[in-house]
């Protein structure tokens, strides 16, 4: 099983921007793509964003606009850039790719 390590977290104020990383060993991006996930206090794992390995990107309606899916092959690393963040965008932020277990997560605090 690959390994996902997210990092980048921390707490912002609400307009701000803030990328988060997250980083896989055993799995490569580039063959299976990413999904983007998070967790707030009291809810459930909800999506936030996919990219497949041809690059096809598909974001939830509440991050449409706002955020964005890159990479970077040579570090097998992909990143969340979010920008105009919203209190309610605070979470723990989650990758997955398949063949993965869940990394540990980054917490994303907007304050309003």
């Known amino acids: 099983q690959g390994q996902l390590v997210e990092s980048g977290g921390g707490l912002v104020q609400a307009g701000d921007s803030l990328r988060i990383s997250c980083t896989a060993s055993?799995?490569?991006?580039?063959?299976?793509?990413i999904g983007w996930f998070r967790q707030a206090p009291g809810k459930q794992r909800e999506f936030v964003a996919r990219?497949?390995?041809?690059?096809?990107?598909i974001y939830a309606d509440s991050v449409k606009g706002r955020f964005s899916v890159s990479g970077d092959n040579t570090q097998n690393t992909r990143y969340l850039q979010m920008n105009s963040l919203k209190p309610e965008d605070t979470a723990v932020y989650y990758c997955?790719?398949?063949?993965?277990?869940w990394g540990q997560g980054t917490q994303v605090t907007v304050s309003s």
């Open positions: 997955l790719t398949p063949g993965a277990n």
């Open positions: 055993g799995r490569s991006f580039s063959s299976y793509g």
């Open positions: 990219v497949t390995s041809n690059g096809t990107a």
